[in-house]
């Protein structure tokens, strides 16, 4: 399987790192690899001072797929759930800056938490799902599904001209304004819809 990323989903997200506002998706991947294994800590890599946490609906896909139509997108994913999308920002300032890939800093081991909690698509009002990220009990992320700037069936249909989509395969959909670094002895929690999705200790 694949995890495909996308990325300044969220206007007053692209706005906090000053990029500019996309006028199509932007996208790239994580391997099987980086999914950080169910109930580990996160350990904090040895060749970055600064990773950030990016919490992020995940689509999964449930259907074999290639150039889908838009109007038939939202027939490939059943369930939604949450993760992190752990970022060395130093190093991806770097890369950036160079005008190399963002792999470095986006597709390491452990990169990609994704919680045991999935929900049914049709439990849900897809146009306006709430999560939020709390740090040591205080929230730091809030997100709605109403603030993307591309929807779910158009990010489906948009990656799908690129790369097929096969069942298992997981989207993350772009974070929300509020990242930041994480420490050593952190505790992070996601909450989808109000339903405790995740919790990561930071190490
Ligand atoms: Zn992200």
Known sequence: MKIICIGRNYANHAKELNN???KE??????PDSSILPKRNPFYIPNFTNEVHF????ILKICRLGKNINEKFADTYYNEIGLG????ARDIQDQC?????????????DQSA???????EKELLDLTKINFRLEKNNRVVQQGNSSDMLFNFNQLISYVSKYMTLK????IFTGTPAGVGKVEIGDE???YLENKKAFTTRIK
């Open 84 to 87: 992190i999308d752990f970022t």
């Open 188 to 190: 992070l929690v996601g």
């Open 167 to 170: 069942i298992g395969d997981l």
């Open 113 to 119: 938490v994704v919680s045991s909690l999935f929900i």
């Open 25 to 30: 998706p932007l996208f790239f991947l994580k």
């Open 20 to 22: 500019p506002i996309p």
């Open 54 to 57: 990016e919490v992020e609906l």
């Open 96 to 108: 950036k800056k160079n005008g190399h890939p963002w792999e470095k800093a986006k597709a390491f």
